[in-house]
C-alpha cells in the first residue's frame, strides 16, 4: 500500500455558535493509504462533513493534526491551503458546483487559472480530462445545456485536471438517477484503478458507497465501524 | 490569476448584467462628462480674458478726459475735451515709472473706396500708439512721426475694414476717401479679435492724430485730445505709473487738493485681472459640483460591487474550493470595479469633449480641452474605482470558503 496519503491523529473540531459549542469531531484517528478508494457513512450531523472540509484544507481542526502526504496541514494560513486545495485536492460536490456563465472547458480549466498554467497547456489538459470522464464531446457547452450526469462529469474534470493526491466526493451522486449515478461511480472506480488517486466519498446509500474498496462509518462525531467492502 | 485572466472574467460577468453595469457606469460617464466640460469652460473663459488681456497691449493705462460742470450740468468722462497733445507728450517723457504715451482721438466716419463703402472708427494717433497697444502690421507699414508732424494723409487699416473694402487683395498703395479726403492706405493691422468690452478691434481706420485733428474732427478746442493711452515701464511699476500721471495732470490742470480732477485714470489689465480671477472662482466651483457627481458615481460603483459580491458568494466559494487565494478574488472584484470605472469615465470623456464642442458651437461661448484635463479626469475614474471597488473586494476575499459553498 505505500506511505500513507492521509494520517489523522486525535483529530477534533468544535464548532462556537454563541453560548452553545458543538463538538463536530471527537478524537478521530484515522489513516488512509495512498490510492485508497474509501467511503465515510453517517446520519446527517455525525461530523463526516466536517471530516470532508477538513480533508479538503477548507477548514482547520480545533486540535490534534492532519498530516498530507506527510505535510501537517492543520496549520497552515488561508492562503498556504488554498495552494494545497489547488495542487493536491480535487473536490466533486452534491450539486456539481460549476460555473454557470463558463462553458464545461473553461470551467475545466479555472484550477489552472489560479496556476498561472499558459493558456495552451491549460486547453490540452482541460481536453485531456474531459476525455478522461468521456464528456469530451460537450467541451464548448454550459452547464444549463448539459444533464445532471454530463455536469457532474465536468466537475470530475475539473477536480482531476490538476492532478491531485486526493479526491474528495461529498454526495457526488445525490442529485442523479441511479443509472446515471452507477456511471459516475464507474468513473470514480476507474480513475482510482489507473490513476491512484487517493479518493474520499460521503454517502449515506449503501448501495453507492459499496463501489469503495473501504468504509469508515460515522456517529456522533466518532469513527465507530471501519471494514473492507465484501465483494459480492 | 493574472491580470489579463482577471480582466476577461470581470468584462464577462459586467456583460451578464448589462443593464445594471450600463446603469453603474452612467454614475460614472455624467460625472466625467460634467467635470470635463465645466472644466472646458472654464478654462476657455479664462484663455479668453488673457487673450483680451494680450491684445489690448501689456500694462496698459487710459487717461479719459473728464466731467466738467457747465451751467450746473456735469457731464460724464470723456464730455469735456480736457486732455492735450502737451499732457501726453509730458506723461511720456517726465514720468519714470511711464514708458510710452500716446493721444489718440477717434470719430466715426464712412470710409469709401471704389464703390465700396463702409462706416468705421478713424482713430487718430501717433506712432507710439502700435508699440503700446503691441499691434503689429502684416502688410505694408506704420506711419512715421514725421508724417504725423507733417500731418500727412495715410491710413493703417485694420483688418475687419481691409476685408469689407478690399476682399482678399492688398490696400497696401490705395487711396481710399474718409469724408471725400483721400488717404494713402500705408499699411494693415494684425487680426485682434474682441475687444473686452465685446467690440470689434479690427473695425479701424488708424491716421496720423494732426491730420484727424484738421481734416476730421474738426474740433473748436485746437490741440485737445481723446484718450491717452500710456504704458507703464515694468509690470510691477502699473500702480506707480497711475499715481505718478494722476499727480503730474493734477499739477498741469492746477487742480486743488480736495477739488475733483477733470480727467480720471483707469487702469485696464487690473480690472481683468479682477475678471480673470472671478472666472477662476468660478470654474473652481463649477469643477467641484461636476465632482460631486463624480463622487457619486462612485457611490454607485460601491453599491452595485457590493449587491454583485453578495449575489455570487457561492462562485466566490467554488473559486475557493479549486484554489483562489484571497488575492485572487481580490483582483478579480477591484478589476471589474476598475473596468466599470474606467469605461465609464472614457466614456464620459467622450461625452464631455463632444459636449464641450455643442456648447461653444450653439451656446457661443468659448471651451478649451486641455490634454491635461482629460488625463486627469481618467486617472480620477480609475482611483474611483480602486477606491470604491475596495471594500466589496475585500470583503469577498475574506468570504469563509465552507460558507461560501452552502451559501444559496
Known sequence: MGNPSIEIDNLSKTYHLGEVSVEALRDVTLSIARGEFIAVMGASGSGKSTLMNILGCLDRPTSGSYRLDGDDVGTLSRDALAGIRRKKIGFVFQGFNLLSRMTALENVELPMIYDDTPAATRLERAREALRAVGI????????????????????????IVNTPSLLLADEPTGNLDSVTSIEIMKTFQGLADERGITLVLVTHEDEISRYSKRIVRFRDGKVVSDSPVVPR | MNLYAASKVAYRSLRANKMRSILTMLGMIIGVAAVIAMVAIGAGANERISAQIASIGSNLIMILPG?????????????????????ARAIGKELPA??????TIRNTAPVIYGNQNWSTIIQGVTPEFFQIREWMVVGGRYFTAAEVEAAAKVAVLGQ???????GEDSPVGKIIRIKRVPFTVVGVLEKKGQSPQGQDQDDIVVIPITTAQKKLVGSVHVGTVGVILAQAAGGDSVKEAEKQIVDLLR?????APGQEPDFSVR???EMLAVAEASTRIMSLLLGAIASVSLLVGGIGIMNIMLVSVTE????????????AREKDILLQFLIEALVLAITGGSIGIL????????????????TLISPGAILLAFGFSAAVGVFFGFYPARKASLLDPIEALRYE
Open chain 1, 136 to 159: 469530451l464531446d460537450r467541451e464548448h457547452h454550459l452547464p444549463s445545456q448539459m444533464s445532471g450526469g454530463q455536469q457532474q462529469r465536468v466537475a470530475i474534470a475539473r477536480a
Open chain 2, 67 to 87: 466731467s466738467t460742470t457747465s451751467g450746473g450740468l456735469r457731464s460724464g468722462f470723456g464730455g469735456a475735451p480736457t486732455l492735450t497733445m502737451a499732457d
Open chain 2, 98 to 103: 511711464v514708458g510710452l504715451a500716446g493721444p
Open chain 2, 160 to 166: 475687419t475694414v481691409s476685408n469689407s473694402l478690399f
Open chain 2, 251 to 255: 499739477q498741469r490742470h492746477r487742480i
Open chain 2, 267 to 269: 487702469n485696464l489689465s
Open chain 2, 312 to 323: 455570487r458568494t457561492r462562485e466566490i466559494g467554488i473559486r475557493m474550493a479549486v484554489g
Open chain 2, 351 to 366: 461625452l464631455g469633449v463632444g459636449g464641450s464642442w455643442l456648447i461653444s458651437r450653439f451656446a457661443g461661448w468659448s
